[in-house]
């Protein structure tokens, strides 16, 4: 009878089985879709850095720009102090050559002045008669020596200014020439000032390129990690879904199972009431006792039978005895696919490290769903409590049980060996965010790189 139950309830758990595998197909895209929008923010916020790092690269070129438009600007005032101060230089010099002009025209007026006096004196004769008028040589030599210095005096005089004349004209020259090469440098400083500025103005074009840019990319990155909740969202809706089917299917298989294991005894009390036995003077009798001294039976219409066979068929089907052996969730125990209690190796170090490494070894294997078998298939659970059957742990059979089985730590904390629960899914930390479980039927036993793949709901720790 056993065995018509199993064989109702395995059939039921396949038909919920279908169900819940296209739910988990559905999150297995899911999954790969968040990767492949994982894969995009990162792009994206390593996009803004290089956008940020352009950016501050376009800052610094617009502060020494700054920099040097302000040393320019500088040097242009610079130029136009020395310019301004070179002009009033000129006008000096303009104002000193009319003065050395004015005063060599008065001395050249005055010497015309005395020589024209001489002459209309006489010319000859007056120094005729300045010599004849002397009173005696000393007298009259020193009227020539004085005549002979109002000469010398007129001429070093008009000399004096005939040479200022020249050395102002020769300074305002020089001052004309310095004051040209200063407006040229001027000019220079106001073009290369030009181009500094147009080289700002470009550098700030392209630096608020990169504002757009970083913008148009943070409102990118900001739809993928929205997109990313939305998924997650999604992912843990159909998880929720998923658990939900698989405990109905469950439930209802057990339901079903009980239902048919209350037909299966209704009938069988039924048929061992159509078996009662009776002697030859129509006394019912035990068929037990019947076989056991050799008497002759028969059924109800007369019929003689043979009671050993009666006896036999009535006690199988009361005893319960069958080749199939179930645990305590009504699972069947297949010695093939089930760890043997008796071969649990309880002297080996129950270490993260060894249990991880123990774990490892059967990477590449297969899931099956209710399994636990390390070698022909085993679910999460079912590897998980394999595993640590080895090291002399006693887990719970289901994902959920293990949930509140050992201490529980923080992720944080966790250590190679713990274990992390996940809605309906567990696994063993590896360490370095990896883990090792029995992930699905597509990929079975395989090591995982991030261990906060899905939303972790414990750790729990071996005690």
């Known amino acids: 009878m056993k065995k018509r139950i199993v064989c109702l309830t395995l059939a039921l758990m396949m038909t919920a089985t279908q169900v819940v595998s296209v739910s988990a197909s559905r999150e297995d895209e899911l999954r790969e879709e968040q990767a492949a929008t994982s894969a995009q923010l990162d792009a994206t916020y390593a996009q803004i850095d290089q956008l940020y790092s352009a950016k501050q690269q376009l800052q610094d070129e617009i502060n020494s720009l700054d920099a040097n438009l302000v040393n320019v600007m500088v040097s242009i005032q610079t130029l136009e102090g020395d310019i301004s101060n070179k002009e009033a230089d000129i006008q000096q010099t303009q104002a000193d050559l009319q003065k050395a002009q004015n005063a060599k025209d008065k001395q050249y007026a005055a010497m015309k002045q005395r020589i024209q006096y001489l002459y209309e004196k006489g010319g000859n004769e007056a120094w005729f008669q300045m010599m004849m008028s002397a009173d005696n040589l000393s007298d009259l030599l020193t009227k ?27 300074l305002g020259n020089q001052y004309q020439q310095e004051k040209a ?61 998923r658990i939900a089917a698989e405990e109905e299917a469950r439930r209802q298989a057990e339901a079903e199972a009980a239902a048919a294991a209350a037909a299966e005894e209704e009938a069988a009390q039924q048929e061992q009431e159509d078996q009662t036995v009776y002697d030859e003077d129509g006394n019912e009798v035990d068929a037990s006792e019947a076989a ?99 090291f002399g ?71």
């Open 181 to 241: 090469e200063l407006e040229g440098m001027k000019q220079e400083y106001e073009a290369q000032s030009v181009d500094l500025q147009n080289q700002i103005d470009t550098k700030k074009a392209n630096s608020a390129d990169c504002d757009n840019e970083i913008a148009y990319a943070q409102e990118m990155a900001n739809e993928y990690a929205n997109l990313i909740q939305e998924q997650q969202a999604e992912i843990e809706q159909l998880e929720a879904e």
């Open 144 to 170: 020539a020596e004085y005549t002979q210095k109002m000469y010398d005096y007129d001429r070093q005089s008009l000399e004096k200014y005939a040479n200022t004349i020249t050395q102002v004209t020769n």
């Open 292 to 390: 056991e001294n050799g008497d002759t039976v028969y059924d109800e219409d007369g019929n003689e039978v043979d009671p050993s066979q009666t006896t036999t068929e009535t006690t199988t089907e009361d005893s319960g005895s069958s080749d199939v052996e179930y645990d305590e969730y009504g699972n069947v125990i297949d010695s093939d696919n089930t760890v043997d209690p008796d071969t649990v190796d309880t002297s080996s170090s129950g270490s993260g490290s060894s249990i991880v490494d123990y774990a490892t070894q059967f990477v590449g294997n297969p899931y099956v769903w209710g399994g636990t078998s390390l070698t022909s298939g085993a679910d999460c659970s079912g590897f998980t409590q394999s595993v640590y059957a080895q």
């Open 393 to 463: 742990y006693s887990l719970p059979r289901t994902s959920y049980e293990q949930q509140n089985w050992g201490t529980e730590v923080s992720y944080a904390d966790a250590q190679p060996g713990d274990l992390i629960c996940y809605g309906g899914h567990v696994a063993i930390y590896m360490g370095n965010g990896q883990i090792v479980h029995a992930s699905n039927s597509r990929d079975g036993i395989k090591i995982s790189n991030n261990a906060a793949y899905r939303t972790i709901l414990s750790v729990r720790r071996p005690s």
